[in-house]
């Protein structure tokens, strides 16, 4: 997700590394003294989150110096993390042997949202092309979709792949007006999107958010959860799936709105995942200290966790060997950390 803030990206250069918590400043850099467990910023704000903490591994920064990163995606056979750095037009590469860090692909076409079909392949979207691709294992490309109806495509943002084989996406306009020097520049309604497995076609299922972004399935492949990154009421949906291509029944989950000391902090869902008993872990950000970060909402929509962090969280997902490591893809950063549940699939 990109929301309109320049003035966060013209000044991403200045971000702080370290927050307050209580009276204590934390700082997030490999060398800083160890954090006492259990992590002051892993919190429970509900009982049901307990089981999920883990009250003897903390947050980690990986790796910083990138302009904005997204799309974080575990590949399980590889035993690797690949996300972007939008700005700097690359994807970079984590390996969990040994956390090597090293540049992926360069160009990536101002790549955003990335994922892992049935077979290993990544899909990647891209803003500059305004394309959704897929990287063989020759190493040639193919282009899954560019148009609709004969009209470019926005600035194709996050990706997910159900069990069919279909490929949903969505196409919200941000990226290219940011990185591309065209503000404002969409020709099509912002819209969800899904190429059928057998076909490739491509086929509009969904028109009727303002700026649909993060998605994700629940794990039994029933509903599709989207954010909704509307600056005037941002928000999550959540859908029942029909027959795996269609959608109905949408409806409002979970309420972005927070109170911290006191005070009512508000700001954007953007990337999303689902866990194994079927909690919405959300990338969250522009809401401020005390706010930026992850939240975790329960099937119900009641939020019962957060996972603060010192920057804007725009994407997560589940990695490593048990996929109970949490990546965060946080504006100019990668974080970690490890939790006591399973990403619910594999990407």
């Known amino acids: 997700m990109l929301v309109n803030r320049r003035a966060f990206l013209s000044g991403a250069g200045s971000m702080l590394l370290s927050h307050t918590v209580g009276a204590q400043t934390r700082d997030f850099a490999p060398e800083a003294a160890p954090e006492r467990y259990p992590d002051p910023d892993v919190i429970s704000l509900d009982k049901r989150f307990d089981r999920y ?70 899909i990647s979207c891209e803003h500059e092309t305004r394309r959704v691709v897929r990287y063989e294992h020759s190493g040639a490309v193919t282009v899954l979709a560019e148009t609709w109806q004969g009209k470019p495509l926005n600035a194709p943002n996050d990706v997910v792949v159900h069990p069919d084989g279909g490929i949903w996406f969505t196409d919200p306009g941000y990226g290219h007006d940011y990185f591309m020097g065209a503000p404002g520049e969409t020709y099509l309604k912002e819209a969800i999107y899904r190429i059928d497995a057998k076909s490739g076609k491509l086929a509009l299922v969904s028109a009727d958010m303002v700026k649909p972004n993060g998605l994700c399935f629940s794990p039994d492949y029933q509903r599709l959860y989207v954010t909704d990154t509307n600056a005037r009421d941002p ?44 909690n919405v872990w ?8 005390g706010y930026d970060g992850v939240h975790v909402f329960a099937p119900d929509g009641q939020r019962i966790g957060q996972i603060r962090l010192p920057e804007i969280c725009s994407n997560l997902c589940f990695g490593g060997l048990h996929r109970n490591r949490l990546f965060m893809t946080a504006s100019q950063s990668l974080y970690s950390v490890y939790v006591n549940t399973q990403g619910a699939h594999f990407a």
């Open 235 to 278: 928000h999550i949906m959540v859908n029942d799936m029909v027959g795996g291509a269609t959608l109905r029944n949408g409806r409002r989950f979970g309420e972005l709105k927070l109170t911290a000391d006191g005070k009512e902090l508000s700001g954007f869902a953007d990337g999303i995942r689902a866990d194994t008993d079927g």
């Open 53 to 122: 903490r883990i009250l003897y591994t903390r947050i980690q920064r990986l790796y910083t110096g990138m302009g904005w990163t997204e799309g974080p995606a575990w590949h399980g056979g590889g035993q690797y993390l690949v996300w972007s750095d939008i700005p700097n037009d690359r994807q970079y590469r984590w390996l969990g042997e040994d956390g090597h860090i090293s540049v992926f692909r360069q160009p990536s076409h101002k790549g955003n949202g990335n994922t892992f079909d049935v077979e290993g392949r990544q």
């Open 282 to 289: 959300a990338g969250m950000g522009w809401g401020g200290n």
